[in-house]
T-cell receptor
Framework: AAGVIQSPRHLIKEKRETATLKCYPI?????VYWYQQGPGQDPQFLIS???????DKGSIPDRFSAQQFSDYHSELNMSSLELGDSALYFC????FGAGNTIYFGEGSWLTVV | QQQVKQSPQSLIVQKGGISIINCAYE??????FPWYQQFPGKGPALLIA?????SEKKEGRFTISFNKSAKQFSLHIMDSQPGDSATYFC??????????????FGRGTQLTVWP
């Protein structure tokens, strides 16, 4: 079965640079979530989209932005990168609605040097 | 603030033993109570979940026990195997409202099962 696809899997950026992460949800899933997980930490909710509209916003820095496109894929844009942004970024998808399982991708490792 | 408190932080169990991980929550608006399993460098994967109208759910070696009045739920892994060694997260969420689908993760429990 198709899973949530994230790219790139790994990237290294320098401080103050910009990074873009992509997420391709499971086919027919209309909701995408972004989480950030620091080393040894629990995942922290960043933002979610339903039908291309932002549906919920968590602890996402102002330097970050995201959107969901017409084909339901989503991109997380991170600018003015800081060392503290180094983390594993997960995308998850689901069908909108109560009780539907939320599936996670393999994550994108971002290292800021 | 941490809406979900998970314990223990780490757990070492011998093969064949029972692993028990607990989760306490504050928000009575939560509708779904899942446990996720995460291996190093991988995304969390849904292990088992329960709704608040049920007190227990069993799937194979994994059981969730739910105590609504105490606002607690726990994961029991019977006959623990080395392959179960992973980090486990409780991550309840609301089935309605603006935060529908947002998972509120506990801090995680690192389980090690040794032969």
């Amino acid at each position: 079965a198709a899973g949530v696809i994230q790219s790139p899997r790994h990237l290294i950026k320098e401080k103050r640079e910009t990074a873009t992460l992509k997420c391709y949800p499971i086919p027919r899933h209309d909701t995408v979530y972004w989480y950030q997980q620091g080393p040894g930490q629990d995942p922290q909710f960043l933002i979610s989209f339903y039908e291309k509209m932002q549906s919920d916003k968590g602890s996402i820095p102002d330097r970050f932005s995201a959107q969901q496109f017409s084909d339901y894929h989503s991109e997380l844009n991170m600018s003015s990168l800081e060392l503290g942004d180094s983390a594993l970024y997960f995308c998850a998808s689901s069908l909108f609605g109560a009780g539907n399982t939320i599936y996670f991708g393999e994550g994108s490792w971002l290292t800021v040097v | 603030q941490q809406q979900v408190k998970q314990s223990p932080q780490s757990l070492i169990v011998q093969k064949g033993g029972i692993s028990i991980i607990n989760c306490a929550y504050e928000n009575t608006a939560f509708d779904y109570f899942p446990w996720y399993q995460q291996f190093p460098g991988k995304g969390p994967a849904l292990l088992i979940a329960i709704r608040p109208d049920v007190s227990e759910k069993k799937e194979g070696r994994f059981t969730i026990s739910f105590n609504k009045s105490a606002k607690q739920f726990s994961l029991h892994i019977m006959d623990s195997q080395p392959g179960d060694s992973a980090t486990y997260f409780c991550a309840p969420w609301r089935g309605r409202g603006s935060t529908l689908g947002r998972l509120y993760f506990g801090r995680g429990t690192q389980l090690t099962v040794w032969p």
